[in-house]
């Protein structure tokens, strides 16, 4: 890691970046937004309480609806903006009640 970051100074200098390089930090970008995305969506199903089930389907819808209108006021608490947290981290969040069960 050292060495890719040692690479990517160089790249910032010349103002050239290698394709092996760019992957490289996409790669890793792409893995902490996903790690941030689903650490709001598991506190956000920590708000709504019940069963894993419930937790997934709600999560879904809330996916959803805030997808196509980040201003809706769809939970009477935290729920809503953890979940726009996680929007926010990864605008290609999927909506299905499975991949939710997946992270929680």
Known sequence: MH???ARLRVAVE?????????????????VRDRRRRDAALRAAAA???GSRWRRACELARLV???RDDPDADVYPNDA??????????DPDTPASI??????L
């Open 80 to 89: 809503a903006e953890l979940v726009r947290d996680a929007l926010e981290a």
């Open 14 to 30: 010349t103002g050239r970046l290698p394709r092996d390089l760019g992957e490289w930090l996409l790669r890793r970008l792409v």
């Open 47 to 49: 708000e709504i309480g």
């Open 3 to 5: 060495e890719q970051l």
């Open 98 to 103: 499975r991949h939710m069960l997946r992270i």
């Open 64 to 66: 959803r609806e805030l």
